[in-house]
């Protein structure tokens, strides 16, 4: 049982390393915030990840994402893959991808699976090759090596060891990847934003060479990237029938700080201004969000002011609420209670949103 360390209040749902309560993270933020941001210093330190952002005078300025770095000469992003080098930004660029990629048969447990058109048909004859699921075919998995946010219980951290390998993969060897039986891209981490050049370039190579008029270009995200290559990452998800599914990690900025290092102002924004899309192709969905229930953290409250943004934005939006395995600083938490994911999704269904999926439903445990 973790113990907050500000009013002594100890619960199964309090971590360890975040030493602190969703409460007084939130009642006492600028008094806490500078403990909570050595634990994420010391968790990109443990993997030499640049650990802050920096901001050097005269710096060059990095537009990829909100952290919005200005990098200094031998210096590196947030990101740690992008860097300066005789003037000029290294990494991260078109034709060099610090990535892994592999053939996922369909219909696959991707978080979007449950309305998309690999999964259900959604969209046929246009943008999907059946009526239900895409048996005997696959998705080109892209998973990119960095990412611009730190969180702290990362489901994939693995790849914070990778982000120094040497190997690369041309965005021109990535397309050529997509096969007979590929009928979607789905590019995700890490996060994409760090590496965005290269799947653009990478989806556009793949489009062109496509024989098949069936490829959906997705992307799983923090949603943090800025313009304009959030309107670039959209227009191919758009006229693809791909989707972009934003992960809204939370709702209070404070709680956000602390389990993701940063804010989540950009994500929300750019969430909003995607719903402006849909109605240009309201099917198969082209926005969907998912939330991770962590114990103690995310709560009915968090995942309540999510779904009500949603909701007012576009009710139809698909909403996928994910039960939370322990995992990297938060191992010590439990699994999300059946009660608790259940409770939330009750939540998100009467803010008005139409379409809400309990993903992850083998790891709800007992109550807590």
């Known amino acids: 049982m973790g113990a907050c360390t500000y009013c002594g209040k100890g619960s199964r749902t309090i971590s360890k390393a975040i030493g602190l309560c969703a409460g007084c993270i939130k009642a006492h933020f600028d008094k806490v915030w500078p403990e909570i941001r050595r634990v994420h210093q010391q968790s990109r330190r443990a993997y030499g990840l640049t650990e802050t952002p920096p901001r050097s005078p005269g710096g060059i300025s990095c537009s990829l994402c909100v952290q919005e770095c200005a990098i200094g000469e031998g210096e590196r992003g947030y990101c740690t893959l992008r860097r300066v080098e005789n003037g000029r930004i290294r990494g991260g660029r078109p034709h060099e991808g610090n990535l892994s990629y592999y053939h996922d048969p369909l219909p696959t ?36 090596r960095a990412c611009s946010f730190n969180c702290l219980y990362c489901q994939n951290y693995h790849f914070k060891e990778e982000t120094f390998s040497p190997a690369r993969v041309s965005a021109k060897e990535l397309a050529d990847a997509v096969g007979r039986t590929t009928t979607c891209i789905c590019y995700f981490g890490g996060d994409p934003t760090p590496q965005v050049l290269h799947a653009l370039k990478t989806s556009r190579l793949a489009k062109k060479k496509r024989s098949n008029p069936v490829l959906r270009i997705c992307w799983e995200t923090n949603g943090a990237v800025r313009e304009p290559f959030l309107s670039q990452m959209a227009e191919l998800s758009l006229g693809s029938g791909g989707c972009i599914k934003f992960d809204l990690k939370a709702w209070d900025e404070r709680i956000h700080y602390a389990l993701c290092g940063v804010t989540n102002r950009q994500t929300l924004e750019n969430f909003k201004s995607l719903a402006g899309w849909i109605e240009r192709r309201p099917e198969p969905p082209f926005l969907i969000a998912s939330t991770l ?44 209670s059946r009660t608790h994911g259940l409770r939330c999704k009750e939540v998100a269904e009467r803010a008005g949103l139409r379409h809400v999926h309990m993903g992850n439903m083998h790891l709800l445990g007992g109550d807590y």
């Open 109 to 144: 447990n991707c978080v979007g699976n449950f309305v998309c058109p690999a999964g259900t048909g959604s969209g046929y004859p246009q943008y999907a090759v059946s009526r239900g699921p895409e048996y005997g075919h696959n998705n080109l998995a892209v998973f990119y």
């Open 293 to 336: 229930l962590v114990p103690g953290y995310v709560d009915e409250a968090e995942v309540g002011e999510i779904a009500r943004f949603i909701s007012a934005l576009d009710p139809e939006i698909p909403y996928s609420l994910l039960g939370f395995y322990p995992h990297f600083y938060l191992s010590d938490l439990p699994t999300t």
